[in-house]
């Protein structure tokens, strides 16, 4: 059912390995139609296999004007022509089908190639609305090489119904001049110069402005503009003419931005035979967990953010992300997180003809500490807890457990907050921190002080004989204070007074936390707000 086990460790390209980089660019010029296509008659949607019909075009206004934006090969082949006039083309072919442009689809689309593209490798970036960057750099040999990867990328995208050309250079300006300009394939390094020198100005990625100025100079082909003296190119054209040639000759590095994090630590199973039952997905979860663990062990440290990447047949790519309190490096902990995760997205998890590669991510890790635990089992306690906390985040999401921080303020609605149990769990059971808690305060607070009427108040500093609150008039007869809190220095007093606290009991034992807000002889007017009850 396995075909073995892949690891690896990502780590940035430095600006010294520039020279060794190997980017692999995508250009997919008939996106939008493609994803109409695929839709319409599914994957064997080709020219050859789809029913006769229609060419399709996309159409979108621009200038007060409904233009065409998108067209199919078999468009293509009739003369139609992008930004010509609907009606224009009605003209030409009465019965062409025209659809309504939606970029957002179109993003959707790129951006579930990118996540099929994530099996080549993890730096993935988008190129625009038409195009991918892959760095392929020291990945190419699993796949049998540069060449070789390059036909399988373009084999499978075309049996999933997607026109593609593409091309692998030392640059990510080269391989994208390449792969629109030119006829694709791998450019060795030494070759630079000779494929870049017939390609047109317009294979530089300049603007339409600079194009057509470079072009009424008889500037045409980036070969005229490497002859060309630079400081003059620079006066008349500007330093963004230059600083294209450069990244497309490999001088000047251009780094690309992968679309998700980069995980620090994966490993992953390619199948012989696709799986898709739950039981099975977990089993095989399970084996590249242990595969995990000697990479973890040897840097020292434990997952606290995983990551299970499913690659549907199809090209559907599945995310599932479950994370710890503590750093996590067992197996079967592990295992248990997604035991519960599958469980929760149970749904929303189309397995179709099954997943052909599955791969486990250690999206953020720590230290490991390794403790013994106490005669009285305190670590054992702890480590119960964090598991309960983990499997329960696991099947219900990280914000049904919340545990609370104090936070630096005096003021009690300021003073505590409400944190994941998974996030603020982790910090308090590390070293044996204390439960946060304060000293002489009520048992229940209320979420927003409550406004009351007080009476026959001693001054300056003491509390009300009595009271009426919700409805009610409640006669004092213990009371301690007063205790003053205020705002924190930075903040303006007087929109915030300072508040003097009282912890008083009534005739029928009732326990209350109240407040003066304002201070006598100060402000001119003082009120009482009820803030919390005790037991």
Same mark, same amino acid.
């Given at each position: 059912m396995t075909a073995g086990f892949s690891l690896s460790a990502h780590q940035p390209t430095l600006a010294f390995q520039a020279n060794a980089q190997r980017i692999l660019?995508?250009?997919f010029p008939h996106l939008p139609t493609d994803r109409i296509s695929r839709k319409k008659w599914g994957l064997a949607w080709r020219l050859r296999n789809r029913p006769e019909t229609s060419p399709i075009v996309c159409s979108g206004r621009h200038a007060n004007t409904m233009r065409l934006t998108a067209l199919d090969e078999a468009a293509e082949a009739i003369n139609l022509k992008k930004n010509m006039g609907v009606a224009e083309a009605r003209a030409i072919h009465p019965t062409i089908e025209v659809i309504e442009e939606d970029p957002a689809a179109d993003l959707r689309f790129l951006e579930g190639i990118a996540d099929w593209c994530d099996r080549y490798t993890p730096l993935v970036a988008l190129d625009g609305r038409d195009g991918?960057?892959?760095?392929?750099t020291g990945c190419a040999h699993l796949f049998g090489g540069e060449k070789a990867l390059l036909k399988d990328i373009l084999s499978r995208l075309f049996q999933?119904?997607?026109d593609v050309r593409g091309a692998i250079a030392s640059s990510p300006g080269l391989s994208w001049a390449v792969s629109r300009f030119g006829h694709g394939g791998v450019i060795d390094a030494d070759e630079t110069e000779r494929v870049v020198a017939p390609l047109p100005v317009a294979a530089l990625r300049l603007s339409d402005d600079t194009i057509a100025a470079l072009t009424k100079m008889g500037l045409k082909y980036i070969g005229d503009l490497m002859e060309t003296p630079r400081a003059p190119l620079t006066r008349r054209f500007g330093a963004s003419v230059l600083l294209r040639l450069d990244q497309v000759l490999g001088t000047d590095e251009e780094p690309i931005s992968p679309r998700l994090p980069v995980?620090? /630590?994966?490993?992953?199973?390619?199948?012989?035979? !696709?799986v898709a039952a739950e039981e099975e997905i977990l089993a095989v979860t399970d084996q590249i967990a242990h595969a995990l663990k000697p990479s973890l062990e040897a840097r020292g440290v434990g997952g606290r953010v995983f990551e299970l990447v499913l690659f549907r047949v199809d090209g559907k790519v599945f995310r599932i992300a479950a994370g710890t309190t503590r750093p996590i490096r067992e197996p079967r902990r592990i295992a248990v997180l997604f035991t519960e995760r599958l469980q929760a997205v149970h749904d929303d998890l189309d397995a179709g003809y099954g997943f052909e590669i599955l791969r486990l991510n250690v999206l953020r890790h720590e230290t490991f500490d390794t403790a013994?635990?106490?005669f009285e089992g305190h670590q054992q306690n702890d480590a119960s807890l964090a598991a309960f906390v983990d499997r329960v985040s696991a099947r219900l999401g990280s914000d049904c457990l919340r545990t609370f921080q104090l936070r630096e303020s005096h /003021?009690?609605?300021?003073?505590?907050?409400?944190? !994941?149990a998974i996030d603020g769990l982790s910090a308090r059971i590390e070293q044996g921190n204390p439960l946060p808690s304060r000293s002489e305060r009520p048992t229940r607070l209320l979420k927003k002080a409550e406004p009351m009427d007080a009476f026959a108040i001693e001054v300056p500093d003491g509390a009300p004989?009595?009271?009426?609150w919700r409805r009610m008039r409640h006669r004092v007869v213990k009371s301690e204070g007063p205790e003053r809190l205020a705002m924190e220095w930075w903040l303006d007093s007087a929109q915030a007074p300072p508040r003097d606290y009282?912890?008083?009991?009534?005739?029928?034992?009732?326990?209350?936390?109240?407040?003066?807000?304002?201070?006598?002889g100060h402000d001119e007017k003082q009120s009482w707000y009820m803030h919390g009850m005790f037991a």
């Amino acid at each position: 059912m396995t075909a073995g086990f892949s690891l690896s460790a990502h780590q940035p390209t430095l600006a010294f390995q520039a020279n060794a980089q190997r980017i692999l660019a995508l250009h997919f010029p008939h996106l939008p139609t493609d994803r109409i296509s695929r839709k319409k008659w599914g994957l064997a949607w080709r020219l050859r296999n789809r029913p006769e019909t229609s060419p399709i075009v996309c159409s979108g206004r621009h200038a007060n004007t409904m233009r065409l934006t998108a067209l199919d090969e078999a468009a293509e082949a009739i003369n139609l022509k992008k930004n010509m006039g609907v009606a224009e083309a009605r003209a030409i072919h009465p019965t062409i089908e025209v659809i309504e442009e939606d970029p957002a689809a179109d993003l959707r689309f790129l951006e579930g190639i990118a996540d099929w593209c994530d099996r080549y490798t993890p730096l993935v970036a988008l190129d625009g609305r038409d195009g991918l960057f892959l760095d392929i750099t020291g990945c190419a040999h699993l796949f049998g090489g540069e060449k070789a990867l390059l036909k399988d990328i373009l084999s499978r995208l075309f049996q999933m119904g997607i026109d593609v050309r593409g091309a692998i250079a030392s640059s990510p300006g080269l391989s994208w001049a390449v792969s629109r300009f030119g006829h694709g394939g791998v450019i060795d390094a030494d070759e630079t110069e000779r494929v870049v020198a017939p390609l047109p100005v317009a294979a530089l990625r300049l603007s339409d402005d600079t194009i057509a100025a470079l072009t009424k100079m008889g500037l045409k082909y980036i070969g005229d503009l490497m002859e060309t003296p630079r400081a003059p190119l620079t006066r008349r054209f500007g330093a963004s003419v230059l600083l294209r040639l450069d990244q497309v000759l490999g001088t000047d590095e251009e780094p690309i931005s992968p679309r998700l994090p980069v995980a620090s /630590l994966s490993a992953e199973r390619r199948l012989m035979e !696709p799986v898709a039952a739950e039981e099975e997905i977990l089993a095989v979860t399970d084996q590249i967990a242990h595969a995990l663990k000697p990479s973890l062990e040897a840097r020292g440290v434990g997952g606290r953010v995983f990551e299970l990447v499913l690659f549907r047949v199809d090209g559907k790519v599945f995310r599932i992300a479950a994370g710890t309190t503590r750093p996590i490096r067992e197996p079967r902990r592990i295992a248990v997180l997604f035991t519960e995760r599958l469980q929760a997205v149970h749904d929303d998890l189309d397995a179709g003809y099954g997943f052909e590669i599955l791969r486990l991510n250690v999206l953020r890790h720590e230290t490991f500490d390794t403790a013994q635990s106490d005669f009285e089992g305190h670590q054992q306690n702890d480590a119960s807890l964090a598991a309960f906390v983990d499997r329960v985040s696991a099947r219900l999401g990280s914000d049904c457990l919340r545990t609370f921080q104090l936070r630096e303020s005096h /003021l009690p609605e300021r003073a505590v907050t409400s944190v !994941p149990a998974i996030d603020g769990l982790s910090a308090r059971i590390e070293q044996g921190n204390p439960l946060p808690s304060r000293s002489e305060r009520p048992t229940r607070l209320l979420k927003k002080a409550e406004p009351m009427d007080a009476f026959a108040i001693e001054v300056p500093d003491g509390a009300p004989a009595n009271f009426h609150w919700r409805r009610m008039r409640h006669r004092v007869v213990k009371s301690e204070g007063p205790e003053r809190l205020a705002m924190e220095w930075w903040l303006d007093s007087a929109q915030a007074p300072p508040r003097d606290y009282f912890r008083v009991e009534d005739d029928r034992g009732h326990r209350f936390w109240i407040y003066r807000e304002g201070l006598y002889g100060h402000d001119e007017k003082q009120s009482w707000y009820m803030h919390g009850m005790f037991a």
